[in-house]
């Protein structure tokens, strides 16, 4: 740094005290035990301090041996400012005056600001982060083919998927205050993420890269997620569709096990807003029964990516493809009636996983880990019963609205009751928002009601997605309406009342 005309004396003190307070305290502190006495008796000016602290020390004798530190007076310009009389008898006006004479230049030591090579290289440590902790938010449990798991593909120069992920991180890393929205940094990588990809999808040669370019899109997914649980999903489903089409459909991408369990997400996702919406499924039957037949593999499960397991599963889908379908018109249709039937009968006669087994084993992880399993089997079940009692059914019993209200009030009380005796520390916990959505529409328990507060608002201060914030406000509406106005209020209608344009609007809620 050279002399500059005109250089303040101002400035030059705002130079040497930023560098100072940049030092490490730990260095300084092991410098300070090294201070000659008679500076530390004498010595009323802090700059003083401050000035010897900063200047490097000789912490060897003659004889080679560790000793008192010894300044080194030609090694650095820093002992130009003074000498022992200097320290001893030091004066603020004389030694400040001398700095202002020697200028910039004699700060040479002040660390230039860290040039990186790349951003991934800039980012490296958050994008660890990102990969050992965040990549696993979104999953019952962690698994090798972890589809939000990105590091591998951001090294192969993808910079749109790189930008998305760092804004996941930054949101992650960052917290998730309530009356905050998030931070800068995380829209300015999200923007630079969506124009990227963008450009990237009216590249001609994007039938080549449209598997890859689902990586960006669940990363997208997640992104909107963060900022709304209200969104047009069903227009990034119909483009997440496109692209797998794309690429050769169901013949190609089911030969990759990191695509199957992205279009696994895909799928669980479109279920979610077409229950929750009831229209149709964007994704064809077809794709579900082609991950069926994949899923028994080594490399993953449907519990371990979604929390539910296919015996469920099966139904649930079943569900989300009729729910689009039973309308006012189709009631009366007996083909349809009777499959719901079918399915009904098939959740009712369903036994989960770990009721007659022995628990006797010696490894009480796996025993807890299978009682909470249970559990959530159960809770799903009850509350897919819950969902086709609102839904589908015309049954002349049910035209009795005690006895619909009684039923309903059973089949909350049992899947609510599953979900408060799974372990807080289970990872299938945070995977039930539906089921909590559904049963507790339903119930008039204040003990399950505070349950549902204090649920929503621990997993939203985990991962920070509004989802959970979202699904309280409509019970909330839901319950007062009951509680206070007396009437029998439905979740789909304040769910109704809440879509951008009504039940067609272009903005739907997902709450998985």
């Not at 040039?115 to 490296?124: L, N």
């Not at 899947?415 to 408060?420: E, P």
Request: aromatic residues 12%.
């Amino acid at each position: 740094m050279g002399m500059q005309m005109g250089y303040h004396k101002s400035s030059a003190i705002q130079d040497a005290l930023t560098w100072f307070e940049q030092r490490d305290m730990f260095s300084m502190q092991m410098q300070s035990l090294n201070r000659p006495r008679n500076l530390e008796q004498n010595a009323d000016d802090e700059l003083a301090l401050l000035l010897y602290d900063a200047a490097p020390q000789n912490t060897t004798t003659s004889g080679g041996e560790v000793g008192q530190a010894q300044p080194a007076a030609n090694e650095s310009p820093w002992h130009s400012f003074f000498d022992k009389s200097d320290i001893i008898g030091f004066g603020r006006r004389s030694t400040l005056e001398r700095a202002f004479d020697l200028g910039p230049r004699h700060f040479s030591s002040v660390p230039t600001p860290v040039r990186y090579s790349s951003t991934e290289d800039q980012f490296s440590i958050l994008l660890d982060r990102y990969d050992r902790e965040f990549c696993t938010y979104p999953i019952t449990t962690d698994v090798d083919i972890n589809p939000f798991r990105y590091r591998k593909e951001t090294s192969r120069g993808s910079k749109h998927l790189l930008h998305a992920i760092i804004a996941l991180a930054c949101h992650h890393r960052d917290g998730y205050p309530v009356q905050n929205s998030p931070s800068i940094e995380f829209y300015q990588h999200k923007n630079q993420a969506v124009a990227l990809y963008r450009a990237a999808m009216e590249n001609p040669q994007i039938q080549a890269q449209s598997l890859s370019a689902l990586d960006t899109l669940l990363a997208l997914w997640c992104i909107d997620s963060i900022e709304s649980a209200l969104n047009p999903w069903r227009t990034h489903l119909s483009h997440a569709y496109a692209l797998l089409e794309l690429s050769g459909g169901i013949d190609v991408w089911s030969l990759s096990f990191r695509s199957q369990t992205q279009v696994t997400m895909l799928l669980w996702w479109d279920a979610v807003v077409a229950l929750v919406s009831r229209r149709p499924c964007v994704m064809p039957y077809t794709y579900f029964e082609a991950v069926l037949q994949w899923e028994s593999s080594q490399f993953w499960t449907f519990f371990e990516l979604i929390g539910c397991p296919r015996e469920l599963l099966v139904p649930l889908m079943q569900f989300a493809h009729l729910a689009g379908q039973f309308n006012r018109w189709s009631r009366g249709m007996n083909v349809t009636k009777a499959v719901i039937a079918q399915v009904e009968g098939n959740l009712r006669n369903y036994q989960p996983p770990g009721e007659d087994e022995d628990v006797d084993s010696r490894d009480e992880e796996k025993v807890q880990e299978a009682r909470d399993t249970y559990h959530c089997c159960e809770a799903i079940r009850h509350s897919l019963l819950i969902y086709a009692l609102r839904v589908f059914s015309d049954d002349d019993r049910y035209m009795d609205s005690s006895y619909m209200t009684a039923r309903l009030k059973y089949l909350s009380r049992v899947s609510l009751d599953h979900v408060c005796s799974i372990s807080p520390s289970s990872g299938t916990l945070k995977q039930l928002l539906f089921v909590i959505l559904v049963a507790g529409a339903e119930t008039n328990d204040d003990d399950h009601k505070d349950f549902i507060r204090g649920y929503c608002r621990r997993w939203f201060e985990t991962f920070g997605y509004p989802m959970f914030t979202s699904v309280i406000e409509i019970l909330e509406e839901v319950w007062t309406g009951r509680d206070v106005v007396g009437e029998d209020i439905w979740w789909g209608d304040v769910v109704d009342s809440r879509h951008h344009g009504g039940i067609d609007g272009d903005l739907v809620f997902c709450f998985g």
